[in-house]
């Protein structure tokens, strides 16, 4: 999405059933820039854009999740919800 915004956006758009839409030039520049400006407001351990600082804060989270007693628990238990809702869907 990042990377290439105007193509993820036309395929959103096109399985939509919207295939007319157009991201023009001068939309997703402004769609950049007020990105750009939420992103100034927030901490940057939350922020939504990829950075090292966000990067180091998760890895020492999940490190602190991970050793939880009680996490095995809850990995089988999401687990089991992804699987019961693959077979739903399927």
Known sequence: MIADKKSTIG??????G?????LSDDL???YDRKMRNAETKKDRNA???PNKQK????AKVSKL???DANFPKCSNLFNSLEARTIN???
Do not use: H
């Open 47 to 49: 922020g939504s854009l």
């Open 18 to 22: 919207l295939p007319e839409f157009r």
């Open 65 to 67: 999740i991970i050793a």
């Open 88 to 90: 739903a869907v399927e």
């Open 55 to 58: 990067e180091a804060f998760q």
């Open 28 to 30: 997703l520049e402004d």
């Open 11 to 16: 395929g959103i758009a096109e399985i939509l």
